[in-house]
Nanobody, 127 residues
């Protein structure tokens, strides 16, 4: 069973950048979609971005489009989320998640379609 190991995150001032990484252990992303979700205190977990690793097709939440970029490195079984122009409202715990093998050309935005989850990593943006 694939396990997802996250790295990156931390504290940054508004306008700064951070990169999150998600690596597959015991499996491969090559036939899956990988997404990033986030959860702020007192709020529901929300979709941020996703990529279908076989096609490279991406999907973004409106709140991050143009600021965040998701990209995959199939050779390294890694998906990264580059976050630029960070805002205080981006503060949350970020989770990567992966679907089972899929033939869908575009990645899904719904949590229930992702059975595999990383451990979460904190991103804090100060104003």
């Amino acid at each position: 069973q694939v396990q997802l190991v996250q790295s990156g995150g931390g504290l940054v001032q508004a306008g700064g950048s951070l990169r999150l990484s998600c690596e597959a252990s015991g499996g491969t992303f090559s036939n899956s979609a990988v997404g990033w979700f986030r959860q702020a205190p007192g709020k529901e977990r929300e979709f941020v971005a996703a990529v279908t690793c076989s096609t490279g097709s991406t999907r973004y939440a409106d709140s991050v489009r143009g600021r965040f970029t998701i990209f995959r490195d199939n050779a390294k079984n890694t998906v990264a989320l580059q976050m630029n122009s960070l805002r205080p409202e981006d503060t949350a715990t970020y989770y990567c998640a992966a679907t089972s093998e899929t033939i869908a050309p575009t990645p899904p935005p719904r949590r229930y379609e992702y059975p595999y989850w990383g451990q979460g990593t904190q991103v804090t943006v100060s104003s």
